[in-house]
């Protein structure tokens, strides 16, 4: 860093001793892209060398460590042999053994340390001599004819692919981390089973003389229980976001609208944690009691408990990302309506909503998202209990709930209860997709239609 910087005022400084010669006028560009111009060369082949120092250096440091045990170790399993190298690597940074260190692990220890320092050491001086001899280089090119600008702007619009391209990359990376071991769970469960099956109970025996049952996987009671939840909070969140939107943008005051929007969006800063305490032990208890003076029965966790509560969390979701958007149509079409004679009410449901609507189209994606993926509020309010039921006043779970019951703990990542986890994540990741198609088909049509 300190290089690239003295780089970045050696290259400039010597474009601004150009500028002020008699030739000033023959270089092609302003003295900070000279600058840049060798920053660059200085930075990125150092930075390029010690990212791949930093992935090959495990690599080789693990096989050297290995190479200098006894004979003894070498010749065990590759699990076994791994745990040893873990001890010794749990020495090094002083974390909790699996057992006791002998004279071996010890020894282990010590040359790993000496690798590790040699190779730090040595990757320093790479660094600073390659950073050097960029620099030098670059800095030799520092002339009237070097088209800087090009150079620069090329790699900062690299840089700028490269971002763009970490989005889709890292969606790639997660959908098939969950294909590959959802796959391994589709070897061992069928996936009819698990599409169309009613009954969940996931406990299955890890080892052959281990006692447990052999697990049922079929996921549709998960799948009625997250929809079930899903939609009670939409029709919660949906109307009351939308409208609040339409009466912040529209027809609030400046200094009403300066009060209600950031105290709205104080619901989207509160954590789930909190809306799932309120549930359990407000609105579960409350909607119990009501049921039964109405003379239903209504479980204090239910579905319904969680929908309200998590329907409230959503709002500010849909309320500002609407408010945003609808603030954003052009003032222009709604001088053209009121100019037509439309009211107020009349342009606001033929104007401007259908204007807004990708964007309000968008935000309602969102909540479904958010609402999809929610998990503590249905963990406290709504239960664990994975029941085939479209009553609203019974207990359910959703998927999320599921995927972090599996998962909560030490597990065995071979045995088709925990495997059964990255099919469900599998399954969220496929209707998230799905929804944002149909959503993108609705907006494209409605907006052709609308121009």
């Not at 040595?122 to 088209?147: H, Q, T």
């Not at 700028?160 to 959802?182: K, N």
């Not at 085939?388 to 998962?407: D, H, M, R, S």
């Amino acid at each position: 860093m300190g290089l690239t910087l003295f780089g970045y005022l050696m290259g400039r400084q010597r474009a601004l001793v150009g500028f002020g010669g008699k030739r000033s006028s023959a270089f092609h560009s302003l003295p900070g892209y000279y600058g840049g111009y060798v920053a660059l060369w200085c930075a990125i082949p150092a930075l390029a060398i010690l990212a791949l120092w930093v992935i090959a250096e495990p690599v080789l440091i693990e096989r050297a460590v290995i190479a200098a045990l006894p004979d003894d170790l070498q010749v065990l399993p590759a699990q076994r042999l791994g745990l040893v190298y873990n001890d010794i690597r749990n020495l090094v940074s002083g974390n909790i053994l699996s057992g006791e260190a002998d004279a071996n692990i010890l020894a282990a220890a010590e040359h790993y340390s000496r690798l590790k320092a040699n190779s730090r050491l040595l990757l320093s001086g790479v660094l600073f001599v390659l950073a050097f001899a960029g620099m030098l280089w670059s800095l030799a090119r520092v002339k009237p004819a070097l088209r800087a600008r090009i150079h620069v702007e090329g790699v900062v619009e690299y840089l700028l692919v490269a971002a763009s391209a970490v989005a889709i990359l890292t969606t790639i990376g997660i959908f098939l981390s969950v294909l590959f071991e959802a796959l391994r769970f589709f070897s061992e469960i069928s996936p009819i089973e698990f599409l169309f099956g009613t009954e969940w109970s996931p406990q299955t025996a890890i080892r052959e003389d281990q006692v447990g049952s052999s697990g049922a996987f079929g996921a549709i009671p998960l799948f009625a229980g997250t929809l079930l939840i899903s939609g009670i909070a939409m029709l919660v969140a949906v109307p009351v976001g939308l409208m609040s939107a339409i009466y912040l943008s529209e027809y609030a005051s400046g200094r009403v609208r300066s009060y209600a929007k950031p105290l709205l969006e104080i619901l989207a800063g509160i954590p789930t944690v909190v809306y799932g305490y309120f549930a359990a032990l407000t609105v579960g208890p409350m909607l119990r009691d009501l049921g039964e003076s109405f003379g239903f029965v209504v479980a204090s966790e239910s579905a319904l408990g969680a929908g309200l509560v998590m329907g409230i969390m959503i709002i500010p979701f849909v309320s500002s990302l609407s408010d945003d958007v609808i603030n954003a149509v052009p003032q222009a079409l709604r001088d053209g309506s009121y100019g037509l004679g439309a009211t107020k009410s009349e342009t606001i449901r033929q104007v401007v909503f259908p204007a807004a609507l990708p964007g309000i189209v968008g935000a309602v994606l969102l909540a479904v998202s958010r609402a999809i993926g929610e998990t503590m509020i249905v963990v406290m309010a709504a239960g664990l209990s994975a029941n085939l039921t479209a009553n609203p006043f019974e207990a359910v779970t959703t998927v999320t709930v599921q995927i972090v019951t599996l998962l909560v703990g030490d597990q065995e990542f071979d045995s088709a209860k925990t495997l059964a986890a990255f099919a469900l994540g599998l399954v969220l990741f496929v209707v998230t997709l799905l929804l944002n198609v149909v959503a993108l088909s609705v907006v494209r049509r409605y907006r052709e239609q609308y121009e």
